[in-house]
Nanobody, 126 residues
Framework: QVQLVESWGGLVQPGGSLTLSCAFS????????LGWFRHAPGPVREGVAC????????DYGPSVKGRFTISRDNGKNTVFLQMNNLKPEDSAVYYC???????????????????WGQGAQVTVSS
């Protein structure tokens, strides 16, 4: 059974940087596309970034494009989200997610995912 564990959330000043990591276990990472989502207070879980299982294609939500970068290291079973030029509105709980295996593509819709990590809090404040 796939498990995802996020790490390295925290408090950062506006304009600063932070890199989240997501440890993957329980299956073969190259079989899975992966995504990062965030949830601030409210009903919507926002798609932040995704990467295909082949690592060939990435996509980003419009509010983070140009500031965030998703990457994966299949040898270390880890996915990263590098966040630069952080803004107070980036404050949220960030989740790593995996869809069913061998699902082709890159997805920013939470409905495409069936496995979630426990989340990591990111707070951007001076």
């Amino acid at each position: 059974q796939v498990q995802l564990v996020e790490s390295w959330g925290g408090l950062v000043q506006p304009g600063g940087s932070l890199t989240l990591s997501c440890a993957f276990s329980g299956s073969t990472l190259p079989a899975y596309a992966l995504g990062w989502f965030r949830h601030a207070p409210g009903p919507v879980r926002e798609g932040v970034a995704c990467v295909t299982n082949t690592n060939f294609w990435r996509d980003y939500g419009p509010s983070v494009k140009g500031r965030f970068t998703i990457s994966r290291d299949n040898g270390k079973n880890t996915v990263f989200l590098q966040m630069n030029n952080l803004k107070p509105e980036d404050s949220a709980v960030y989740y790593c997610a995996a869809p069913p295996p061998f699902k082709l593509g890159c997805f920013l819709n939470a409905d495409d995912y069936n496995t979630w990590g426990q989340g990591a809090q990111v707070t951007v404040s001076s």
